[in-house]
């Protein structure tokens, strides 16, 4: 992309009524728009990578088994009525509208409901079992107050996952997959290592849940973390129960402020018992689907990178998710540099890295600070000097030293286009 | 992917509350699920369809330098009572809602208002123009009546692109590169010779608009049709004016039922007076942006296509948006004709074609009628008579005759995994 065609431009000063790191820094980069507290348009850098956080998750989630679909964001009230969940009374952040003939509508806010309702037709026999279902879908939450920028959202993207197993045992192995498949999903966004395992409360059918609890000043939680053995207590499960039942050495516990970016729970037979999710057993028996549900919020994670990996100059993307790996940049008023940079340019392309070409007639500093407010991992910079020396500056987004390379090693230095 | 693991199953019946021919072999072959009247949950091969949809459209749209974006849903009335399009009396599709604090919100039917300020920011003089900035997003109506299934609906798939131009010349050049780009999806998506660009009426700012019409029973248009131009009048402008501005031959016209699949608009400076959207020419002037809009309905398109390639056996895909190309069947109960079975689909799979492997152990005539039910473009069958014979019975989905293939051939026969 040149970008004398991206429409977008970058300010030099955080908008007054944003209080969080995260919309400050993805606001001034031109990432995203605000329209309403909590309700974020994805401007086209944003969106990129927003959408390269999902296809992590997409291949994670395809890679154990599940299967896509999409729900719908208008919810009819009578499937919710069967499990006790529509009234305002027993869920608080309900969004509801009405059709023109006055039936209520809601939108969700969660599914378990209609999802139930969706594949009940296609379980009757165990032959049927078990199936991971799971959509990357807009999620909608009248939360009463909203002020961590993308982090929290009255409108917000998820991705949900369900598990459908017949036996206790079946549901635990379902459970550890994808368990398993979470750490690999924070791993490759580049947070794996401030990421952990997090006993939480359980609900009611099962003494704990877990989250994934990503270690930030800017998230919302606190949690007792024993950093040795990778395990953490949420704060309000925290006692010796929780501790013996955890294993984690009690007086090497760091409290520390955390923001959740995943959950996973066991619902046992919670929605598929009032709702009628049954099959027959080969014993000839019928019993109740056992399920889970295992949640990620992709655009909550956009902030929560933003929130860890942000420096002092701007945003830095780990390579898998930026929106392009590298930001080229002719410096001076040159017909040579010019041609060099517009070729670097298209062998790039042509190699498959993504490139955002800075074509545009400015001075060298009103480059390097977008190039660094962007957070794109490599910078390339053409310049006389540089081809004096035989060829590029290269730098990297979270480096000071640059280093000159040559065209044709670049594909080389830069490694292949998919990597994580 | 292994038939045993997909959740879904076929039914032999409609669903009785279903008129919509669309809706009914949509869900008889378990890729869509009605959650309310004009309210589709896409399971996972109605999710494909409508991906390599989404995929077609969006290679266009970014072929023409469209920056793809994601605006939201929940709407902000401010920005739409400045152009008095808030009140129900102007606009009787809103769906509302409120905030805890009783602030009205909408949910977006439509997106020049927030479309315009999110790019406000970005645009001051005429360096920053032209650019093309595009959506594929969820759109609410509140329409009274609904009943022509995945077609028209209260919840829908919208591809919107605007075009943002200093001049009417280059606006009009956006335009007609735009509307070529419209032509190139539809031949893409099998409609091609089915589909006319169609006057119709153009609102404020211009005597007519263009609708892009599939001639289809299941429309709710009407069009007249000059087939040997290629160019239809819709009947609501269909005068003696208008067949003189088109050209068409009065005498060929013919009348036909068709649904709208795309529609270009131009809006002039409609939306940019009123919100302030303007930019400074050269000659340092301030001027409005001159704008169009752009729709392109996937979701309806999943439907169009059904009503008009569908047969009396059920689904019929182009290859482009087919869930998978290949339905892969082992029959007899035979350990030469499995082994064989498992061959073939790894081979493939390895060769990247997508196959749907129906490894179950369920009659011929059972397997046969999915493959035929589901649409899918090419049926491979495996058995002794077709070991005997050599190879692997292959047949289309739209031809009678059937041939005998070897394994090692079959990544021909079939063509290139991406083609269209």
Chains 1, 2 share one sequence.
Request: charged fraction near 30%; aromatic fraction near 10%.
């Amino acid at each position: 992309m040149r970008r004398s065609q991206l429409f977008i431009k970058t300010r030099k000063e955080a908008p007054a009524d944003e209080e969080a790191k995260n919309a400050q820094l993805l606001i001034r980069a031109g990432f995203v728009h605000k329209e309403m507290a909590g309700v974020y348009t994805f401007l086209p850098m944003g969106l990129k990578v927003l959408e390269h956080i999902n296809d992590v998750i997409r291949e994670e989630m395809d890679g154990i088994g599940g299967q896509e679909l999409r729900l719908t964001s208008l919810q009819d009230p009578e499937i919710w009525k069967e499990t006790g969940r529509w009234s305002d009374e027993a869920v608080d952040v309900w969004f509801k509208t009405k059709l023109k003939n006055q039936t209520e509508v809601g939108l969700g806010w969660t599914q378990e409901e209609p999802l139930v309702r969706a594949v009940r037709p296609f379980v009757n026999s165990y032959k049927d079992l078990p199936f991971l279902a799971y959509q990357i879908q807009t999620k909608f939450r009248n939360e009463i107050r909203v002020k961590s920028g993308v982090m929290r959202g009255r409108e917000f993207l998820m991705k949900d996952m369900y598990s459908f197993a017949r036996t206790q045992q079946e549901h635990e192995e379902l459970y550890e997959k994808i368990k398993q498949a979470y750490f690999r999903v924070f791993q490759r966004l580049g947070i794996g290592d401030k990421t952990f395992l997090t006993f939480a409360s359980g609900g009611a059918f099962s003494k704990y849940s877990h989250e994934f609890q990503t270690v930030t000043d800017a998230g919302e939680d606190t949690i007792l973390l024993d950093r040795g053995k990778g395990i953490a207590i949420n704060e309000e499960v925290y006692d010796d129960e929780s501790v013996a039942q955890t294993g984690v050495d009690k007086d090497k516990l760091e409290k520390v402020k955390a923001a959740e970016v995943g959950n996973i729970f066991t619902l046992r037979d919670k929605y598929s018992t009032p709702l009628g999710l049954k099959f027959t057993a080969e014993d000839g028996q019928e019993h109740p689907v056992l399920m889970g549900c295992y949640g990620i919020g992709p655009s909550r994670l956009v902030g929560v990178i933003t929130e860890l990996l942000a420096d002092d100059k701007g945003l830095v993307w780990p390579e898998r998710v930026a929106p392009y790996k590298v930001y080229l940049a002719g410096i001076g008023d040159d017909e040579e540099v010019r041609r060099s940079a517009d070729e670097v340019y298209d062998y790039l392309t042509e190699n498959g890295v993504t490139v955002l070409y800075d074509d545009r007639d400015e001075r060298p500093g009103e480059k390097f600070a977008d190039a660094d407010l962007f957070g794109i991992p490599f910078r390339l910079v053409v310049s006389r000097k540089s081809l004096e020396a035989g060829g590029l500056e290269l730098k990297k987004r979270t480096a000071d030293a640059t280093e000159i390379v040559v065209k044709n090693q670049l594909t080389q230095v830069l490694g292949s286009p998919g990597q994580d």
